[in-house]
């Protein structure tokens, strides 16, 4: 009788150690999915909005790497993430061509704006046109905090000013190497202009009292695509998780969830 209670004994204590075991082994590698994103996504909320619906259905729990989109390119190149959700169209079919991304999706779009003090000094809101209101910053010499950190919005900042052939004098011009949410706060401290994307100034709105003073030139498109890092290159990479996210966020409920989430009360993300 005492050889059976002791056999029970030791049974049950075996059955807690495995089972306390089980509670406080982390996820395994399998479970974790690493993304390299924009700052906007980030910045503005989205992330935060529907990320937990695709943790909640696929058991993956998704690492956020929010940087500007050079950066999160670069991470992607490097095999540091698994997966990449960025805006910047011809650098991202560059990553593609160089064979270090695979299956890439359009996901969502919105658009730039340029904003800037309510009073606007340079007399932005009267053009319609990005190239005439970015001329008419430049030549009231006014000031203008770009990104400066490769960012999709640094990008097309800059193309715009290769397009117009001019951009503000250095006095003028300050070059922030910052995400879009602290430009905005910079912009707003200085009573600047700046190009950033809807949602972000959406979400910022409030606090920065920046106002939109140009919008709707169709050149001001802002697209986002997603891209799962290449796993011939770097066959230790979650692929399969990549995957399952790149099919999730571009699928009838992915989509769902983007249309849904609203900054300040605005739509300002529209799925594909």
Not at 28 to 36: E, G, H, N, R, Y
Not at 153 to 168: I, S, V
Not at 214 to 227: A, E, F, S, T, V
Not at 244 to 263: D, H, L, M, P, Y
Request: net charge positive; hydrophobic share 45%; glycine share 8%.
């Amino acid at each position: 009788m005492k050889k059976t209670n002791t056999c029970i004994k030791i049974t049950r204590y075996l059955l807690l150690v495995v089972l306390s075991s089980i509670s406080i082994f982390p996820a395994t590698a399998q479970d974790i999915l690493k993304m390299s994103t924009t700052t906007s996504t980030e910045n503005s909320g989205l992330l935060k909005f529907i990320l937990p619906a695709f943790e909640a259905e696929s058991k993956v729990k998704v690492q956020v790497i929010a940087v500007g989109t050079g950066k999160a390119l670069e991470l992607a190149k490097n095999g540091d993430v698994d997966v990449a959700l960025v805006h910047a169209r011809e650098a991202e079919d560059q990553f593609i061509a160089a064979g270090h991304g695979v299956n890439r999706h359009d996901v969502m779009y919105n658009d730039f704006v340029i904003v800037g003090p309510e009073q606007d000094p340079a007399g932005v809101k009267k053009e319609t046109d990005v190239m005439a209101a970015l001329k008419r910053i430049v030549t009231a010499k006014a000031r203008f905090i770009s990104r400066g950190d490769n960012s999709g919005t640094d990008a097309m900042e800059q193309k715009y000013w290769r397009l117009l052939g001019d951009k503000p004098k250095a006095g003028a011009y300050v070059s922030a190497g910052l995400g879009m949410g602290e430009v905005l706060t910079m912009a707003a401290e200085m009573q600047a202009y700046t190009l950033s994307d809807r949602a972000t100034y959406a979400a910022y709105k409030a606090k920065t009292g920046l106002q939109i003073l140009l919008q709707g030139d169709k050149r001001m498109l802002n697209p986002y695509g997603i891209i799962a890092v290449n796993p011939q290159k770097y066959p230790d990479i979650h692929y399969a998780a990549a995957m399952k996210f790149v099919s999730w966020v571009t699928s009838a409920e992915g989509k769902k969830k983007i249309a849904e989430f609203k900054a300040n009360g605005e739509q300002v993300f529209f799925p594909y």
